[in-house]
T-cell receptor
Framework: DQQVKQNSPSLSVQEGRISILNCDYT??????FLWYKKYPAEGPTFLIS?????DKNEDGRFTVFLNKSAKHLSLHIVPSQPGDSAVYFC???????????FGSGTRLLVRP | NAGVTQTPKFQVLKTGQSMTLQCAQD?????MSWYRQDPGMGLRLIHY???????DQGEVPNGYNVSRSTTEDFPLRLLSAAPSQTSVYFC?????????????FGPGTRLTVT
């Protein structure tokens, strides 16, 4: 049973437009959520996170939104750039745990 | 800082062989973990450690052993390799503290078991 789901395996957007990547979770004990970016043949790199006490966190072109009632979070990238093309993983962690549970990833392609 | 380093980058094993995947970090992080990544399945936690001498199982621990004798090193041992263990393996580390759950990943080891 997948506790963290990324239902879109891929997404293609035009350079300069907004990219929206979605993630759903089922475990109500999750209280910390993270997004990672992964290029081929490299390890995942941390992008942005959000605690369950917030509903939004911004870092430059990246914003993560959390809707606790819907158990849904999204990552917005504005404006999208070709260098953003990568696989994006959503991850979640429960309070008092350091374990991260990952979604299956969404491959983003930003077209020039 | 080198961050999290992993060796080897690539490895081919025959079924039944054993080997150790090495992982080291120079950030003085207490928490270390091993994940495997398989197509369409994201990253799954194999084993983790919250400090030297302390290890615990993750989601998919069968077929793997770990130990943590120092803060810096967290090797992953495959005792008898099986084709189902063909995967990309990532080691990660992070600080302790509920507000610091970001984990930093190594570059990965691509393992093929024939």
């Amino acid at each position: 049973d997948q506790q963290v789901k990324q239902n879109s395996p891929s997404l293609s957007v035009q350079e300069g437009r907004i990219s929206i990547l979605n993630c759903d979770y089922t475990n109500s004990m999750f209280d910390y959520f993270l997004w990672y970016k992964k290029y081929p043949a490299e390890g995942p790199t941390f992008l942005i996170s959000i605690s369950s006490i917030k509903d939004k966190n911004e870092d430059g072109r990246f914003t993560v939104f959390l809707n606790k009632s819907a158990k849904h979070l999204s990552l917005h990238i504005v404006p999208s750039q070709p260098g953003d093309s990568a696989v994006y993983f959503c991850a979640a962690s429960a309070r008092s745990s350091y374990k991260l549970i990952f979604g299956s990833g969404t491959r983003l392609l930003v077209r020039p | 800082n080198a961050g999290v380093t992993q060796t080897p980058k690539f490895q081919v094993l025959k079924t039944g062989q054993s080997m150790t995947l090495q992982c080291a970090q120079d950030m003085n992080h207490e928490y270390m973990s091993w994940y495997r990544q398989d197509p369409g399945m994201g990253l799954r936690l194999i084993h983790y450690s919250v400090g030297a001498g302390i290890t615990d199982q993750g989601e998919v621990p069968n077929g793997y052993n770990v130990s943590r004798s120092t803060t810096e090193d967290f090797p992953l041992r495959l005792l008898s390799a099986a084709p189902s263990q063909t995967s990309v393996y990532f080691c990660a580390s992070s600080r302790q503290g509920r507000e610091h759950r970001e984990q930093y990943f190594g570059p990965g080891t691509r393992l093929t078991v024939t």
